[in-house]
Structure formats: C-alpha cells, structure tokens
C-alpha cells in the first residue's frame, strides 16, 4: 500500500496493453497493470468469434500508428499471442482478476484505486476498461424464461439452430456469416443498406444473402420478443411474428457512467467523459485511452495511438 507506482493502467485490452508498453519504452519503471479479467483483452477473448479476422483499419477508419506499439492485420488468435508477448515488457506488474471500483486523487496529489483485491497506489492513471462490459441491450422487455437463449457474445450458438442476429455493423455481420456454416441463420437490421460497415463485410453479407447462405431482412425492426413453447418469438413492426431458438444481439457498448463518476470525472449532458486533446480528464493527470474515448467506432490502432499520447503527455509533464 505504501508502494506508489509512477502509472497505474486500469483494464487490460489493446489500450492498456499499449499504455503499459509505452510507459515501458518511455522509461517508468514502476506500472501496475490491472485487468478484471482472468486474463489481457476479455473483449476480444468473449466477442471476437474463433478464427476472426482482425482489421487494423476496423470500420474502413485508417489509422497510421504513431508510437512504439505496431499492429496489423491478423486474426483474434494472432493478435492475443502478440499482446500476450507485449505484455512482457520491462517493469510491468500485471494483476488479473482485480477489478478496480474508484480511482480518487488525494491531497498529496497520488491517485488510490480501490479493488476487490485491496488498495492501490499511483502517480498518474491511465483508465482503459472499454464499452463491452456492459453491452447495449434492445429498449424492449426480454422476458425471463427465455434469458439463456437472448445472448450478446457469440459463445453460446452451439449450432443446428435458428438464430436471429440483430445490428447492421461489422459485428453483426461477421457473426452471421460465421454462424451461418452451421446454423440456419437471420440478420435483422433497421436500414436499407449496411452503411456503417467497411467495404469487405458489406460485400460479404450481399454475396451470402444472394447465395442464400443467410437471410437479411431490411428495413426490419424488432418491436417485442415472447416465450414461444421455449422457443422466442420475435414480433416485428411490420406486424409478423417469427419464431427462432437464439437471438444475438451486437449493438455495440455503453458508457461506464457509475465507473466514470466513482473517479470524479466530468461527464457532459450526455453522460460521456470530458478530456483534453491528450486525453486527460477533468481530473489532471488522469487520462483515458481506447474506447472509453468514443461513443462508439473506437479500434484497436486508435486505442495504441492514444496510448503513447498519453505517455508523451506524462513524460513531457514530468520535464
Ligand atoms: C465483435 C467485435 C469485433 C471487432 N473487430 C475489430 C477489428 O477487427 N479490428 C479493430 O481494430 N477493432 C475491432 N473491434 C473493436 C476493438 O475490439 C476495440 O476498439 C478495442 O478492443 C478497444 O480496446 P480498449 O482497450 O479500449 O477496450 P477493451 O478491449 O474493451 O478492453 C477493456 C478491458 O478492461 C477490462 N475492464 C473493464 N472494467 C474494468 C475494471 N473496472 N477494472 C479492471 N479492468 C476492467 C475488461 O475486462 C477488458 O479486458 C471489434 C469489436 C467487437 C466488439
């Protein structure tokens, strides 16, 4: 407890990792790296499905990376195997299964993190936990008898089932594809056109549905889902009714808004976190990388760079 870190990063995904790189090369020697997880990157360990392919440029966003940390393209198993190596990096203590509730900044000016794991000590933080810890879910009610098949990661298709998918983003339709080689599979989206996807997930959704490996239903809003005889029954605003085994829904992640006003950070009208063009809080010395940063569209490169202009923030702050 009397320990005091130079950093402390808190969330172990591809802006932490890349934040605790960074302070490595930058030259603090003491980082504390804290992930609630039981290991680095749960987002991509629990929504990316087995074999993904990973974009550098994810949603078409082009990004050149500014800093020490590299990316490129791969697939979810290469890019966990190359953060895992990151990771290795000179004076890093990495804690997993520690979940940080409050970061507060004392009068001596040290911020302290309170944990499930006890309290922690650090000069600066960097907060870095993401959106998916709470994905957004449909306004509708989903009743409780047909909770386990109402999903929101893509683990539990098992297959040999008919499953309704429900988003228009690169997401939802890299899971319906996927999903599509052994399940009878529906993409649901309100729009007309995918436009938020990148080039090749839209042409690759247009090909499946042409070749009828799937179905997109356009223009579809799902008003109300119901038990059906254990099955859901999912009632559209077009008035028809259609019943499947699973529904999935990938409509991205909200704003950890409890987590973020436990740190006393200044929210605007909207309930989203107020930083400067470094990504300092409110709170000096206090900063946010990944996608904590957006409301939504955030990527692996974005996170990386956010990383080290933090780190240069710090080190310039520190002469
Ligand atoms: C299905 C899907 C596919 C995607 N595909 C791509 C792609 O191909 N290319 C690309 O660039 N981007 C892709 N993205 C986006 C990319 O995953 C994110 O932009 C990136 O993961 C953001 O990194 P992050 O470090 O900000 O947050 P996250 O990756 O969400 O990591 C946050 C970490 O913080 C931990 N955490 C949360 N709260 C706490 C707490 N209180 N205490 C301690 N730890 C905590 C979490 O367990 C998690 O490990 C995809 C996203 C999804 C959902």
């Known amino acids: 407890m009397n320990n005091i870190y130079d950093i402390a990063i808190v969330g172990g995904g591809p802006g932490g990792i890349a934040s605790a790189v960074e302070a490595s090369i930058f030259g603090l020697e ?3 790296f804290i992930e609630k997880g039981d290991n680095h990157s749960q987002t991509i360990r629990q929504y990316y499905k087995d074999s993904k392919r990973v974009d550098k440029d994810w949603k078409g966003q082009e990004v050149t990376i500014k800093g020490n940390v590299e990316f490129f393209d791969g697939t979810k198993e290469s890019t966990l195997d190359y953060f895992e ?7 890093i203590d990495a804690l997993f299964n520690t979940e ?17 794991n006890g309290e922690y000590k650090a000069k600066n933080v960097i907060i870095s936990i993401g959106r998916m810890g709470k994905p957004n879910k449909p ?20 297959g040999n089932e008919k499953v309704l998918i429900v988003g228009g983003g690169d997401s939802a339709i890299e899971y319906a594809c996927h999903l599509s080689k052994d399940n009878n599979i529906t993409l649901s989206y309100r729009r007309d056109t995918f436009a938020k996807a990148n080039d090749i997930n839209r042409d690759m959704i247009v090909q499946y549905d042409q070749e009828e490996k799937l179905r997109v239903r356009y223009n579809a809003d799902v008003e109300s889902i119901e038990n059906d005889e254990g099955k859901i029954k999912v009632n559209y605003s077009h008035g028809y009714g259609v019943t499947y085994d699973r529904i999935l829904y990938a409509l991205g992640g909200t704003t950890p808004v409890d987590f973020l006003k436990n740190c006393n950070i200044e929210l605007d009208e909207n309930g989203e976190p107020l930083f400067n063009d470094k990504f300092e809080t409110s709170v000096k010395g206090l900063y946010m990388a990944g996608d904590i940063v957006f409301k939504s569209g955030g990527s692996i490169a974005m996170a990386i760079n956010h990383a080290y202009d933090i780190l240069r923030d710090i080190m310039k702050e520190k002469g």
């Open 30 to 32: 003491k980082i504390l």
């Open 85 to 91: 190596v990151l990771l290795d990096g000179d004076g």
């Open 139 to 158: 306004s509708y009610k989903i009743p409780g008898t047909i909770k386990q098949f109402v999903n929101f990661t893509p683990s539990e298709c098992r």
């Open 100 to 116: 940080v509730y409050s970061v507060a900044k004392g009068d001596d000016g040290v911020f302290l993190m309170s944990t499930n």
